[in-house]
């Protein structure tokens, strides 16, 4: 199986093409916090290239729903929609918690991973993974002094780029992290394995917001009907 993985949802704009027997073909991730939408599709078309695969070869796309950047998760979700629909491939969404926590549960899913990205104004996107990878707390936003409660139970490892606001909050009378990872963005490679393991009937992906947009319509200026 040969996935297209794409991601677009934080401070990266990343792509990778995966094959299940012959492993990652190439991948590529450029940190940027703004210019998704200029810089994926020649990404896209660079990573092919290095790849030596042809779309008609994609036997699936993968791409980051989020949560994430409004912005962001629009443009690979489109970009993945689009692919998805010339080629005539299935697309699958894998939310950025899942793909934040997934190397980390694969080397040991024996302690819990918090996963927690930053949603600004001291609140993050949180989700925290127990044995096995189960959900311990569902996909939410949270302050972080809240998000800290939830995690300081026991042994933990906190990932994502708000991690270490959560280990500077840390109860000193609790069990320190036994990890703290800050990481931009999710490795590329981890959306493409992802991807290729997911199952169930295929979905056109949807983005995780988990908050309403900041920006809102305001009231005033609306034109009065006639």
Not at 188 to 208: D, E, H, N
């Amino acid at each position: 199986m040969r996935v297209l993985a794409i991601d677009t949802a934080l401070e990266a704009c990343a792509v990778a093409v995966l094959d299940t027997e012959q492993g990652v073909l190439a991948n590529e991730s450029m940190p940027m916090a703004r210019g998704h939408a200029e810089a994926l599709m020649p990404l896209i078309a660079y990573v092919m290239g290095q790849a030596r695969t042809h779309f008609v070869e994609l036997n699936r796309i993968a791409v980051t729903t989020g949560p994430g950047s409004f912005t962001g998760l629009r443009v690979g979700i489109s970009a993945a929609r689009g692919i998805a629909l010339a080629s005539g491939r299935p697309a699958f969404g894998l939310t950025t918690l899942a793909a934040f926590a997934a190397p980390f549960i694969a080397k040991d899913d024996s302690i819990p991973v918090t996963v927690a990205i930053d949603a600004r104004h001291q609140h993050v996107y949180l989700q925290i993974f127990g044995p096995s990878g189960r959900t311990l707390v569902a996909p939410r936003i949270s302050s972080i002094r809240d998000a800290v409660r939830v995690s300081a139970n026991g042994p933990a490892r906190l990932i994502g780029n708000a991690a270490r606001m959560l280990a500077d909050a840390w109860p000193s009378n609790e069990t320190p992290p036994r990890l703290v990872e800050e990481r931009p963005a999710p490795d590329i490679t981890w959306v493409a394995r992802l991807g290729a393991a997911a199952t169930g009937k295929p979905a056109s992906p949807k983005p995780v917001y988990l908050r309403a947009p900041d920006a809102q319509p305001q009231a005033a200026a609306r034109l009065p009907r006639r």
